[in-house]
């Protein structure tokens, strides 16, 4: 007994097999549910693999019947009168997958707009001068773009000694759920807030 190795695409699937399996049950037997309606006696032409390299068994009349001769000469072969006599690379096209099975591998994509509960954003405040007087805090709300709920007075208390030691940049977080703000050092780990 030969143990050969079967590769199986679009599943990356990599496993031994007997050379005396076809290549319909050798595949089935992995998990993989290559269709086979008439139980793999060449009548319902299901299970069409491509061959993308190794050896396989002689070309059978039902095969010639399934396929052009083009096909036939791009690897496609009925897995059901398939041996393998060789090491195999495999494709398994959807067509040839029970429903199920064709829509795990086919998946369903769509384009999901994230709404992150809580954002997080670089700023950068110019330092107070004679020209503007006005509060660290309304300078700094006045420049982030959007409307702001009030702080906790925790954040709102610290905003200027921290402004300073940051030298006046820093990253900000929001909550939109909460409506809280919280600031950091720009480069540092945010670790969490604190607020009412
Ligand atoms: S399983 Fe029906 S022809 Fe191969």
């Known amino acids: 007994m030969t143990i050969l190795q079967l590769k199986i695409e679009p599943f990356g699937l990599t ?16 998990g993989v549910s290559l269709a086979a309606v008439c139980g793999g006696v060449g009548v319902c032409q299901d299970g069409k693999v491509r061959c993308v390299s190794g050896e396989l068994s002689e ?10 001769e083009a096909e036939l000469v791009e690897g496609w072969r009925l897995a059901c009168q398939v041996y393998a006599r060789s090491d195999l690379h495999i494709e398994i096209p959807m067509e040839s997958l029970a429903t199920s099975q064709r829509l795990q591998v086919k998946g369903d994509q769509r384009e999901v707009q994230l709404e992150p509960a809580v954002h997080a954003e670089d700023f950068e405040l110019k330092p107070p001068d004679r020209n503007d007087l006005r509060a660290d805090w309304l300078r700094f709300t006045a420049g982030i773009g959007y409307e702001m709920t009030a ?38 780990i945010f670790m969490g807030w604190r607020g009412t």
């Open 59 to 68: 070309i059978q009349p039902v095969e010639r019947e399934a396929f052009t």
């Open 15 to 30: 496993v031994d097999i007997n050379e005396w399996l076809s290549l319909l049950t050798a595949v089935q037997e992995t």
């Open 151 to 188: 702080p906790s007075p925790a954040v709102v208390d610290q905003f200027s000694s921290k402004m300073r030691d940051f030298d006046w940049s820093g990253r900000g977080c929001r909550a939109r759920t909460y409506r809280r703000w919280g600031f950091w050092k720009g480069g540092s």
